[in-house]
């Protein structure tokens, strides 16, 4: 209220206004973490990505007709030769640039269509039907290339110093195949019917190493999307491994048994998750990559091993699987997919506050910025061996029984 002064004039009491704080006005410019997104060649990251194997089609995806692909940023074409060779090669022909998108695949390469020239599966030049003698001094000019390797039907290319390639990992879960089942190469990108997922991958991998989110996005705000089992909060505990970070879910269940489950993160972008809908016990039947096809798109490719004719259990939103819903049934009912896409096409890791419960991404973090930092300095980053092959024993799984007999597995 106003007091009256001698002169007659209102005057009004100040009255302190506080001050709001915490808006959105007051956020800084974001920024994101380069060492965890970028892919590109030439970057730490990207070099780092590359002195890995990758994969980044199907068997079936080569043929005669050749096809475009991306893998770490870089455009590449994809095709198999008449020898039943598969080619990866740089788009532009190295004569004049032209894509051998356009080429037409022979009995020993690809040719391209402005002027002829054959190209075998590692990009050296058979034919130039324009020059003397069809091109004697073909040995001068050679199409880039990548090396590719086909493991249980699914295609892997080394996008790295060819100095440095290093030997194939094969996994111990596919030496042995039981009676009645079968080995799967699966690109659904985990139930997206292969598209891309419009994010940076690593926003998608750390998710491996965030076991809380299955007890709040998959088994509460969601309702149960696996199975009874999975829907308990479990205690955690996470561990350094050779060749990365693997987390512990234990959980006691209603009949009285020990739940042990073992979930592995392997560098660089390897995830070896047992099923969460517990069909099997015992080791993961299954070894997934996250590959950066760009820095804001990612898929994921599965090996995995099951009975025949058995078709992939799918999680279920309101009784409906993933791609059937409607964008209010996505919002009501989300999953994965919205909760990593809704992080934007790069997340703002300025804006992030990480806690308690982030405690297995933190480690990941840690240790994929040591691999990073490792081959900027000149060394080896983890996992990365000489030979043909290296085999690597599977942790992962899901264990049930007494505690004692289990504690110990994975």
Not at 85 to 114: D, F, M
Not at 122 to 142: I, N, V, W
Not at 164 to 170: G, L, M, N, R, V
Not at 369 to 385: C, D, I, K, M, S
Request: hydrophobic content about 35%.
């Amino acid at each position: 209220m106003g007091i009256v002064s001698a002169f007659g004039v209102r005057e009004m009491k100040e009255i302190p206004v506080e001050i709001d704080t915490g808006t959105a006005y007051e956020i800084s410019e974001p920024i994101w973490d380069t060492e965890l997104v970028d892919v590109e060649k030439g970057t730490p990251t990207g070099e780092m990505l590359r002195r890995y194997w990758h994969p980044f089609a199907l068997t079936a995806d080569a043929t005669d007709t050749p096809r475009e692909v991306t893998i770490l940023g870089e455009q590449l074409i994809l095709f198999r030769d008449g020898l039943d060779r598969v080619g990866l090669l740089h788009p532009r022909c190295c004569h004049r640039g032209t894509s051998l998108y356009y080429g037409k695949v022979e009995t020993e390469g690809i040719r391209c269509c402005y002027h002829g020239w054959l190209f075998d599966v590692e990009g050296k030049t058979l034919d130039m039907p324009c020059e003397p003698q069809s091109g004697a001094r073909a040995d001068r000019y050679r199409q880039p290339w990548y090396p590719v390797r086909e493991y249980h039907d699914m295609l892997f290319t080394y996008m790295g110093p060819p100095a440095h390639k290093p030997a194939f990992p094969i996994y111990d879960i596919f030496d042995d195949v039981p009676d009645g089942w079968e080995i799967v190469a699966d690109d659904n990108n985990i139930g997206l019917e292969g598209d891309p997922t419009p994010c940076n991958w690593f926003q998608t991998h750390e998710n491996v190493m965030d076991p809380l989110h299955v007890y709040v996005l998959h088994a509460g705000f969601s309702g149960n999307q696996f199975v009874a089992e999975m829907a308990g909060l479990p205690e955690l505990s996470f561990h350094r491994t050779p060749q990365g970070v693997k987390s512990h879910q234990d959980r006691t269940l209603d009949d009285g048994r020990f739940f042990h489950r073992v979930t592995e993160a392997v560098m660089p972008n390897v995830r070896i998750v047992a099923s969460p809908f517990v069909e099997f016990e015992g080791k993961a039947t299954s070894v997934a990559w996250t590959l950066p096809i760009s820095r804001t798109e990612t898929k994921i490719f599965t090996i995995l091993k099951r009975p025949i004719g058995q078709e992939r259990r799918r999680a279920l939103y309101n009784g409906q699987i993933w791609p059937d819903l409607s964008e209010e049934e996505h919002q009501r009912y989300p999953g994965d997919y919205e909760a990593q896409v809704g992080q934007g096409a790069i997340t703002i890791h300025s804006e992030e506050n990480l806690a308690s419960s982030d405690r297995g991404v933190s480690i990941f973090r840690h240790v994929f910025r040591q691999q990073v930092r490792a081959v900027n300095n000149g060394e080896l980053p983890v996992g990365v061996t000489n030979g043909v092959e290296c085999r690597y024993e599977v942790r992962a799984g899901n264990y049930i029984g007494k505690r004692d007999d289990v504690i110990h597995l994975g």
